[in-house]
């Protein structure tokens, strides 16, 4: 299976701040990579897929780059309700899914 | 507005089974798969399995090669995952969620709220 490895593991920001989130697989997945968001106690939500495509309804200031193994999400002014936990997915092995292990963004 | 509906929390005893089912209300079922993830306490997500529904095609990650059978009614536009031989580390939130209409490659555009599974003697 490939592996996903995000970094950092958790982050404080503030709102208005920029932060970007890493994603490494463990071997080429072009820009098969997908991004979410997860509020506790509620289910993730697609904010990229292919690397870099917003889905519809997501906020501009999330963006989304990288191919091969490298793949990052950033997201710019952050706003009170971004602040949750985000996971990278892997679809390039498709049906054969894999997730990161989450990063979990915070408020300083 | 489709929405992906899913059965309420169960409380199963080890060695049992279970089976969490997944309603497509406002739609029928179209070719995109339905997809089951899991989410233990405090972990992240884990892929189970797939089915396409209008093919009833499926497939299941190794690790619940076995133990997991996923299936779909398309008269009630329902989807089932089944999860036999259950051990105190399935615990977990089970979601089921369905491809993008852009396809597989482009991640899982809605997904059911959740059902929780307890695993207790």
């Known amino acids: 299976d490939i592996q996903m490895t995000q970094s950092p593991s958790s982050l404080s920001a503030s709102v208005g701040d920029r932060v970007t989130i890493t994603c490494r697989a463990s071997?080429?997945?072009?820009?098969?990579l997908n991004w979410y968001q997860q509020k506790p106690g509620k289910a993730p939500t697609l904010l990229i897929y292919?690397?870099?495509s917003l889905q519809s309804g997501v906020p501009t200031r999330f963006s989304g780059s990288g191919s091969g193994t490298d793949f990052t999400l950033t997201i710019s002014n952050l706003q009170h309700e971004d602040f949750a936990t985000y996971y990278c997915?892997?679809?390039?092995?498709?049906?054969?899914?894999?997730f990161g292990q989450g990063t979990k963004l915070d408020i300083k | 507005q489709v929405q992906l509906v899913q059965s309420g929390a169960e409380v199963k005893k080890p060695g049992s089974s279970v089976k969490v089912s997944c309603k497509a209300s406002?739609?029928?079922?179209?070719?995109?798969?339905i997809n089951w993830v899991r989410q233990a306490p405090g972990q992240g997500l884990e892929w189970m399995g797939r089915i396409i529904p209008i093919f009833g095609t499926t497939d299941y990650a190794q690790r619940f090669q076995g133990r997991v059978t996923i299936f779909a009614d398309e008269s009630t536009n329902t989807a089932y995952m089944d999860l036999s031989n259950l051990r105190s580390e399935d615990t977990a939130v089970y979601y089921c969620a369905r491809d993008a209409d852009y396809g597989p490659h482009a991640g899982f555009d809605m997904w059911g709220q959740g059902t929780m599974v307890t695993i207790s003697s």
């Open positions: 071997q080429s997945i072009r820009t098969y």
């Open positions: 997915q892997q679809s390039y092995s498709t049906p054969r899914y894999t």
């Open positions: 292919g690397a870099s």
């Open positions: 406002g739609s029928t079922f179209s070719s995109n798969a």
